[in-house]
Nanobody
Framework: QVQLVESGGGLVQAGGSLRLSCAAS????????MGWFRQAPGKEREFVAG????????NYADSVKGRFTISRDTSTNTVYLQMNGLQSEDTAVYYC????????????????????WGQGTQVTVSS
């Protein structure tokens, strides 16, 4: 059974930083690409960042490029999202998720391509 547990959210002033963590349990963590998504109140869930199995490839939404960095530690089955230069528009619940297809060669950005999701962590940026 796969479980994803996010942590690291909180309240931060505009321009500040946070680092989110996603601890994964279950087998074969390194067989899957991982992603971060977010959902703001009244808005649809959107892709934020994705990372390949061993971290050699990453993909970012245009809105976070240059500010956010996704990484993973294969020894501890943890995925991170370092968020710098936070803006009020980044306020949302952030979720990590696992690509449903093992060994996929590319990082997908559609939520329906991910099968396991964490419970989410709230990020609030005050202006």
């Amino acid at each position: 059974q796969v479980q994803l547990v996010e942590s690291g959210g909180g309240l931060v002033q505009a321009g500040g930083s946070l680092r989110l963590s996603c601890a994964a349990s279950g087998r074969a963590f390194n067989n899957y690409n991982m992603g971060w998504f977010r959902q703001a109140p009244g808005k649809e869930r959107e892709f934020v960042a994705g990372i390949s199995r061993f971290g050699s490839s990453t993909n970012y939404a245009d809105s976070v490029k240059g500010r956010f960095t996704i990484s993973r530690d294969t020894s501890t089955n943890t995925v991170y999202l370092q968020m710098n230069g936070l803006q009020s528009e980044d306020t949302a619940v952030y979720y990590c998720a696992r690509d449903f297809r093992p060994f996929r060669p590319s990082i997908v950005t559609t939520g329906s391509e991910y099968d396991y999701w964490g419970q989410g962590t709230q990020v609030t940026v005050s202006s």
